[in-house]
């Protein structure tokens, strides 16, 4: 099955520091990734997406100057979160979307997931 | 808009019990619904989705789930759990346009007790 790798799993920064999240699809091509992000105990919200060569849309509330998205290639897809805050401490999770002309539907495929703290 | 309600936000069974997460959704267009599973300190895994055809689907390992367009529901069932079926299970629904944007649930989690 399709994979999707997230890196670093873990990171902790210091309060006002950027932290940089790479999301890859390891043996697909995804012209649309998304991010998410998880709340201990809670569901996940979509915060962009984000399609290769053009600029993320982000969702109503989440802030794209705070949450930096790059989709530089088919295969990866960045997320920076910019002068990170004890409060951006989060769970965030990628999907890739693979692209299947014959399909009707293109399934999402999640990562693992990163697990930011802040300081 | 679209939305998920997932009423139970934790059910406890026990071992070889029957189970049913449930899944009711709000939406003014045709969706995609979904179930995904979470283990601890992971990403999802989807377990079984609805697309289109017969309203009953089945996942590899003994999960089925059945679509109701009049309920809006799509309630997850398995007749015999295990104790690795511990997880958080999410139910979710995707406009059929070209967005595919998942809408999640609030989670249900299973603890499955010997």
């Known amino acids: 099955g399709a994979v999707v790798s997230q890196h670093p799993s873990r990171v902790i920064c210091k309060s006002g520091t950027s932290v940089k999240i790479e999301c890859r699809s390891l043996d697909f091509q995804a012209t649309t990734m998304f991010w998410y992000r998880q709340f201990p105990k809670q569901s996940l919200m979509l915060m962009a997406t984000s399609n290769e060569g053009s600029k993320a849309t982000y969702e109503q509330g989440v802030e794209k100057d705070k949450f930096l998205i790059n989709h530089a290639s088919l295969t990866l897809s960045t997320l920076t979160v910019t002068s990170a805050h004890p409060e951006d401490s989060s769970f965030y999770i990628c999907s890739a979307r693979e692209i299947l002309g014959w399909s009707s539907y293109n399934e999402q495929f999640f990562g693992p997931g990163t697990r930011l703290t802040v300081l | 808009a679209q939305s998920v309600t997932q009423l139970d936000s934790q059910v406890p069974v026990f071992e070889e019990a029957p189970v049913e997460l449930r899944c009711n959704y709000s939406?003014?267009?045709?969706?995609?619904l979904f179930w995904y599973v979470q283990y601890p300190n992971q990403g999802l895994q989807l377990l079984l989705k609805y697309l289109s055809g017969s309203t009953l689907v089945e996942s590899i390992n003994g999960f089925e789930a059945e679509f109701n367009k009049s309920q809006t529901s799509f309630h997850l069932r398995k007749p015999s759990v295990h104790i690795s079926d511990t997880a958080e299970y999410f139910c979710?629904?995707?406009?059929?346009?070209?967005?595919?944007?998942?809408?999640f649930g609030s989670g249900t989690r299973l603890l499955v007790r010997p």
């Open positions: 979710a629904v995707s406009r059929m346009d070209s967005s595919y944007k998942l809408i």
């Open positions: 939406s003014s267009v045709s969706v995609y």
